[in-house]
Each structure stands twice: as C-alpha cells, then as structure tokens.
C-alpha cells in the first residue's frame, strides 16, 4: 500500500526568508502524480503544486517550487520569499495515474509558522 | 462561486442521532472523495465516486456510515448513531479525470 510521511510536525521560518517542508512517499507504481496542498487556519484546502512522475523537470509555481527525486521517493516543497499568508498547514499527497484506485493518500501535514 | 460546496458547516448532534452532510461538487467534476480529518492529522479517506458509482469504500469505514451521488451530480454522507468517536471535520473533494482535488470548506461534527 502506498503511505506518504512527513516527519516535521512544524516549521519556523523568518518573514522574506526561505523554508523547505519535507516528504517522503512509498509505492511501487512508476507513474503516479504528488501534490502539496495547503490548508490555513479554519479555511479549505486550496492546490500549491502538482508534479507528474513521468516529469524529470521540478514543478515550479512563482514563489513554489518542489525537489522531486523519483529513485529516493522524495517530494520536497522549498518556498521562496516567505509570507506571513503562507502560515497554515501543509499536506504532500500522492495518487494513482493508471486504472485502480484513484484515491489522494495524504501525509499528517507541516504547520508552518512565519515569523515578522 | 464555483467551487465545491458542503452543507451544514457545523452540526451538533447527540450520540446515537443519524446525520446527513451534503457536497455539490464543481458542476464538469465526475469524480468526487469523502475524506474525514481529526484535529492535527491529514485527511483520512473514506469514499469516492466517479460519476454516480461508488467505486472505493475505506475498510476503515464502519456499516454507520454510508454515501450516496444519486445522478453523479451532489453527494451526501450519512452517519447513523453516531458515536463521539465521529467527532471530525468532513470534507469533500471534486475532481476531473486526470487532475487534482478541489476541496470545500467542510462540516465540522461535533457528537455529544
């Protein structure tokens, strides 16, 4: 069965400065898509970024951008230029791409915190 | 707003009372997830649904709980006597094929 860890329950980072949330993944599938989502303080879970397995080349959104190292099973997120607005939880997910099932399988989530 | 929709936002129910939690996905969406989340964990699956057919069901989720998307259009999520143990935020998800999860803003249970 496919499990995904995050093994920081929370990060600190300075406002303006850099941050990078870790996550690891496990499954035998060679194509699959992993996500992190993002989810502030009493309001919905809204998409950071997606990465597609078969990609070589790192997602990148503005400010965001992942490490994604298919032989090790790591999906790291490095946020650039913190925000305060960037306080919240954040989950790493992994689904399937091809027939079975389609479930997202999330981690226990990173609560960032950004310091002024 | 397009975006996915739950209803009630909060419920307050006694142990042993049955509820009932609906979900309008994003209207193009065909596929749609249940996921429960305790306080500090990430969601936890229990269901989904492509179009109007169950496809996968958590066995983690106990014969109380039940789910239906009658059309393949809204969903709802009933749980019958409840147990304090019930007590989560529950969310819903909507999806297209090949894409990535809409969430709402969910239905925060408390059983007392």
């Known amino acids: 069965a496919q499990t995904v860890t995050q093994s920081q329950p929370e990060m600190s980072v300075q406002e303006a400065e850099t941050v990078t949330l870790s996550c690891t993944y496990d499954t035998s599938e060679s194509d699959y898509y992993l996500f992190w989502y993002k989810q502030p303080p009493s309001r919905q879970m809204i998409l950071v970024i997606r990465?597609?397995?078969?990609?070589?080349q790192n997602a990148t959104e503005n400010r965001f951008s992942v490490n994604f190292q298919k032989a090790a099973k790591s999906f790291s997120l490095k946020i650039s230029d913190s925000q305060l607005g960037d306080a919240a939880m954040y989950f790493c997910a992994y689904r399937r791409v091809t027939s079975g099932t389609y479930k997202y399988i999330f981690g226990t989530g990173t609560r960032l915190k950004v310091l002024a | 707003d397009t975006g996915v929709s739950q209803n009630p936002r909060h419920k307050i129910t006694k142990r042993g009372q049955n509820v009932t939690f609906r979900c309008d996905p994003i209207?193009?969406?065909?596929?749609l997830y249940w996921y429960r989340q305790t306080l500090g964990q990430g969601p936890e699956f229990l269901t989904y649904?492509?179009?109007?057919?169950?496809?996968?069901k958590s066995r983690l989720l106990s014969d109380r709980f039940s789910a239906e998307r009658p059309k393949g259009s809204f969903s709802t999520l009933e749980i019958q006597r409840t147990e304090q143990g019930d007590s989560a935020m529950y969310l819903c998800a909507s999806s297209l094929i090949q894409a990535e999860a809409f969430f709402g803003q969910g239905t925060r249970l408390t059983v007392v």
């Open positions: 990465q597609e397995a078969y990609k070589q």
């Open positions: 209207s193009e969406h065909n596929r």
């Open positions: 649904f492509q179009n109007e057919a169950q496809l996968e």
